[in-house]
């Protein structure tokens, strides 16, 4: 059974809007959650690490006040695109981690800005 | 020069044969390496973890060489239901639980 889910699974926002995306751990607690991104016909990009109880840590070149990440508890942690352009648009995924270092996807959410 | 590489195909296969590919990575340091499958518009999902002796899963072979810095996947018997993306990845103790994709490989399985 899935590990991992998201919330929503696509979504079409105006530009300018925010939207807000939901990771949620299933089976286990997870102290840290990965968000990513992925354009078309490209690999995925770790844009931050989502630590439960403290402040995320951002990979260079992504803006933290672009991105709002808040992991309020040990099985949440939300993703909020703030003013979002035509260029966020893409395929934002989050995942968990095993003690094994394999990690495990959420079903990933598709954000189109209109 | 990006951390992990790969081919980016696609490797047009013919259904029930067999097809291998590699993937390099430049930090000698890496750990931990993965094999994973991505579907179109989909998220991935973990195919095997690739070991120093290398390891076998059905019809997938993995291997490890520390020395040249690469891991391969060898697929035996494609089916057409192999057509994905295959990411290499990599982690490295160092950096906690991150991971680092490489591009993928796309195979494309054919009746």
Redesign the interface.
């Known amino acids: 059974g899935a590990v991992v889910s998201q919330h929503p699974s696509w979504v079409i926002c105006k530009s300018g809007t925010s939207v807000k995306i939901e990771c949620r751990s299933l089976d286990f607690q997870a102290t840290t959650m990965f968000w990513y991104r992925q354009f078309p016909k490209q690999s995925l990009m770790l844009m931050a690490t989502s630590n439960e109880g403290s402040k995320a840590t951002y990979e260079q070149g992504v803006e933290k006040d672009k991105f709002l990440i808040n992991h309020a508890s040990l099985t949440l942690s939300t993703l909020t695109v703030t003013s979002a352009h035509p260029e966020d648009s893409s395929f934002y995924i989050c995942s968990t981690t095993s003690v094994s270092y394999e990690q495990y996807f959420g079903p990933g959410t598709r954000l189109t800005v209109t | 020069r990006k951390e992990v590489e790969q081919d980016p195909g696609p490797f047009n296969v013919p259904e029930g044969a067999t097809v291998a590919f590699n993937c390099t990575y430049s930090n000698s340091a890496s750990q ?1 390496f ?1 094999w994973y499958r991505q579907d179109c ?6 195919l095997m ?1 690739v070991y120093s002796s290398g390891n076998e899963d059905g019809r997938f072979t993995a291997q490890l060489n520390r020395a040249s810095q690469y891991i391969s996947l060898l697929i035996r018997d494609s089916k057409l239901s192999d057509s994905a993306t295959y ?1 290499c990845v990599v ?1 490295r103790k160092a950096a ?9 490989t796309r195979v494309l399985v054919k009746p």
């Open positions: 931990s993965f518009r989909k998220e991935p999902k973990l973890s990411l982690n906690g639980n991150k991971l680092t994709f490489g591009g993928g």
